[in-house]
């Protein structure tokens, strides 16, 4: 029996469209984000709406160091904060990291004042971040969220480079990150979990 071409086509494209769906992890609406560069681990809101990723920081200045363009900041994340996530000043103070470029972020028209420009220029950095079980390098954009309740935005490119889908009804689904890393070997993690679990 011959097999009609457009059914075949059918199957491929179902078989295909479910091996993505296998690839792809659920998330909450907020997680937990282990930022490698910096050491630290800090919440995240996951948020579909914003095209980019977005990390707390203040007294951001750019220069150029040996050719190369660098930024420098702080973590702008508050004092009781940063305690009981366990950052330390080496890790909140006078980061400095290759500048990867800049982006444009819309302002929204309720926090223009006077004739400020619609459209914000941000300095950008390239961060591996780890979400559950997922790490990925992505671009993160710096600017001052401490008025926001989350110091981190996970927007959709990072979303879609790790391969989240967000279900905005259940928060942490991830669990604390926990992605290998040279520093972290599989015994290393597989300890961890077992220690956990008790």
Same mark, same amino acid.
């Given at each position: 029996?011959?097999?009609?071409?457009?059914?075949?086509?059918?199957? +491929?494209?179902?078989?295909?469209?479910?091996?993505?769906?296998?690839? #792809?992890?659920?998330?909450?609406?907020?997680?937990?984000?282990?930022?490698?560069?910096? *050491?630290?681990?800090?919440? !995240?809101?996951?948020?579909?709406?914003?095209?980019? @990723? %977005?990390?707390? !920081?203040?007294?951001?200045? &750019?220069? &150029?160091?040996? /050719?190369?363009?660098?930024?420098?900041?702080?973590? !702008?994340?508050? =004092?009781?904060?940063?305690?009981?996530?366990?950052?330390?000043?080496?890790?909140?103070?006078?980061?400095?990291?290759?500048?990867?470029?800049?982006? =444009?972020?819309?302002?929204?028209?309720?926090?223009?004042? *006077?004739?400020?420009?619609?459209?914000? %220029?941000?300095?950008? +950095?390239?961060?591996?971040?780890?979400? *559950?079980? =997922?790490? $990925?390098?992505?671009?993160?954009?710096?600017?001052?969220? %401490?008025?926001?309740?989350?110091?981190?935005?996970? /927007?959709?490119?990072?979303? $879609? #480079?790790?391969? !989240?889908?967000?279900?905005?009804?259940? $928060?942490?689904? *991830?669990?604390?990150?926990?992605?290998?890393?040279?520093?972290?070997?599989?015994?290393?993690?597989?300890?961890?979990?077992?220690?956990? @679990?008790?």
């Amino acid at each position: 029996m011959r097999i009609p071409f457009w059914l075949m086509l059918l199957g +491929v494209s179902w078989e295909a469209s479910a091996e993505a769906s296998a690839s #792809k992890m659920i998330y909450g609406l907020h997680e937990q984000v282990y930022i490698e560069e910096l *050491g630290v681990t800090v919440p !995240a809101k996951l948020d579909t709406g914003a095209d980019s @990723a %977005s990390l707390s !920081a203040r007294y951001i200045k &750019t220069f &150029t160091r040996d /050719g190369q363009q660098m930024v420098e900041f702080d973590l !702008a994340i508050d =004092r009781d904060d940063r305690e009981e996530l366990g950052i330390t000043q080496s890790q909140w103070d006078d980061i400095e990291l290759p500048l990867a470029g800049h982006v =444009r972020i819309k302002q929204r028209a309720e926090s223009l004042e *006077g004739d400020e420009r619609e459209y914000r %220029s941000r300095p950008v +950095v390239l961060l591996t971040v780890c979400m *559950g079980k =997922r790490q $990925q390098q992505i671009e993160v954009n710096l600017t001052d969220r %401490s008025e926001f309740s989350y110091p981190m935005l996970m /927007g959709s490119h990072a979303l $879609q #480079k790790l391969a !989240a889908v967000v279900d905005p009804s259940s $928060q942490h689904i *991830g669990g604390s990150p926990k992605c290998e890393s040279p520093a972290n070997d599989v015994n290393h993690v597989e300890m961890t979990e077992a220690a956990e @679990a008790q």
